[in-house]
């Protein structure tokens, strides 16, 4: 009866053959004991950009280079944009070209486009821009003295390591009272800075 099931699930032990023979004797059992319960938490993300070489060898499946992207039959022309390599382009296209199956479970595959000169990625560019305005096109080093280098070096470092305490009263640690940390507009009158540089910033 269904009294006498309830009453195996929550007073019988569970072992491995029990789960794979009865699979409902381990959803009720974790039910009455949430010790079972398997829990997770994510305690970090990271992004990263993918090089030329790595987009070529390990996720591109095709090189677009087609200028259009069906013929006149409607048809996905190889090369272009709706290249069947990527995935179906609709339920009547057949099978992908590159996993073989159909439209409802191709997951889709990137391919890649060579362009004739380097583009910036709108995304970065402005980190691009601010990172461009630290350096000197002269010298190419950084536009900071030695000890704001070490500075940065060391709040980074504590960062790194988690002390986020330390990294944000470092600053107020050395004092900042005796001018170290006002030098920007000296370095604004660096006299070391090509004119190259002064036209592009």
């Not at 305690?43 to 390990?58: G, M, P, Q, R, W």
């Not at 350096?135 to 536009?143: A, E, G, I, P, S």
């Not at 900042?176 to 190259?196: A, H, R, V």
Request: proline share 5%; with cysteine.
């Amino acid at each position: 009866s269904t009294a006498t099931l309830q009453h195996i699930a929550v007073n019988t032990p569970l072992s491995r053959s029990d789960t794979t023979t009865a699979p409902w004797l381990r959803l009720t059992g974790t039910m009455q004991n949430s010790q079972n319960l398997v829990r997770s938490e994510v305690v970090e993300t990271t992004f990263n950009l993918y090089s030329d070489a790595e987009k070529k060898a390990s996720l591109s499946v095709v090189k677009i280079q087609a200028h259009s992207s069906l013929d006149v039959n409607g048809r996905a022309i190889p090369g272009g944009l709706y290249d069947e390599h990527m995935g179906p382009l609709d339920q009547s296209s057949g099978f992908c070209q590159t996993c073989n199956l159909r439209y409802a479970f191709c997951p889709g595959h990137p391919g890649h486009i060579e362009l004739d000169v380097p583009v910036y990625y709108p995304v970065l560019f402005p980190a691009m821009y601010q990172i461009l305005r630290c350096k000197c096109f002269y010298c190419h080093k950084l536009r900071l003295s030695d000890f704001k280098v070490r500075y940065y070096l060391v709040k980074l470092k504590l960062l790194e390591m988690g002390d986020i305490a330390n990294a944000m009263a470092l600053q107020d640690i050395l004092q900042p009272s005796q001018g170290i940390f006002e030098e920007d507009q000296e370095l604004n009158t660096d006299k070391n800075i090509s004119l190259d540089a002064e036209q592009a910033l």
